[in-house]
């Protein structure tokens, strides 16, 4: 299946906007349905921060992580994209990369009323969000 490439391909496919909070989510319900491991890495905290982690992301909670030097802060945050989509729609040549459903910069705007349906949509990797 190719991706769409313009906004009216976009909306005929189904797609949806989601907040991080809720792609995060849904993607952990299905790593969890899965049971892939979660933090690939993370060793000896499978029964107190990583349960603490995964009720804050169902939740969708903010949370903050504390602790001492060597306790997999960084490697936790550095996990968490795993929990994000593969691929995310932008508007192609916005530089704060705009959800084409609700674009914020005045380039994304102006494309959408200029343009339509036939704005041009590209794929942002989870890597480059």
Request: aromatic share 6%; proline share 5%.
């Amino acid at each position: 299946m190719s991706l769409p490439r313009t906004l009216g391909e976009l909306k005929k496919s189904g797609y949806r906007s989601r907040t991080v909070k809720e792609e995060m989510r849904e993607n952990l319900i299905r790593m969890l349905q899965s049971r892939e491991e979660l933090f690939p890495g993370i060793i000896g905290y499978d029964t107190t921060v990583i349960p603490g982690l995964v009720n804050a992301l169902l939740s969708r909670h903010d949370f903050i992580l504390l602790g001492l030097r060597g306790q997999a802060k960084t490697r936790i945050l550095r996990g968490l994209v795993r929990f994000l989509d593969e691929q995310m729609p932008v508007i192609a040549g916005t530089e704060t990369n705009d959800d084409p459903f609700a674009p914020v910069s005045r380039k994304g705007r102006e494309a959408i009323v200029s343009l339509g349906d036939g704005t041009p949509i590209e794929w942002l990797s989870r890597d480059a969000r």
